[in-house]
């Protein structure tokens, strides 16, 4: 029955590209988090919990949960760290990571062990990687 498999190959090919669009809408917004963490706006650090860490080729993605829906669901994000680039570990093993959550964002962007994910200048970065290992400690 030609029209069955018509019904069939339309509804497999719909649920296809709503696939799609829904990846590409959650791609943009990551992108916009990750644009608007280098402008000069206020970041709200966060701790997030890192769920997996995946190698690929020239590098690893992290899939860290930053929060919980209405229904208790996690919410998760992805990070590419190329090269030999870790995360900001706060507790020292892979666990507790450290995220910016830039003003007028969504998603957190989780942040570089270096701390070049932010666009601040070199003496910046060492009073801000000062001051992070002072609360690391104290906490």
């Not at 917004?29 to 963490?37: E, F, G, I, N, Y």
């Amino acid at each position: 029955m030609l029209w069955n498999r018509t019904l069939v190959d339309s509804a497999f090919m719909l649920g296809i590209a709503a696939a799609g669009i829904g990846l590409f809408a959650r791609g943009a917004k990551s992108d916009r988090s990750r644009r608007l963490a280098r402008r000069e706006t206020t970041l709200d650090l966060r701790e997030v919990k890192v769920a997996q860490i995946s190698p690929v080729l020239g590098g690893k993605y992290v899939q860290f949960q930053y929060g919980a829906d209405r229904k208790g669901k996690p919410l998760l994000a992805m990070s590419f760290f190329g090269g030999k680039k870790e995360p900001y570990w706060l507790d020292g093993q892979r666990g507790i990571a450290l995220a910016a959550l830039p003003e007028g964002a969504s998603i957190p962007v989780l942040l570089d062990a270096d701390l070049k994910r932010l666009d601040v200048s070199p003496p910046e970065i060492a009073t801000i990687a000062a001051r992070l290992k002072g609360m690391v400690a104290g906490a």
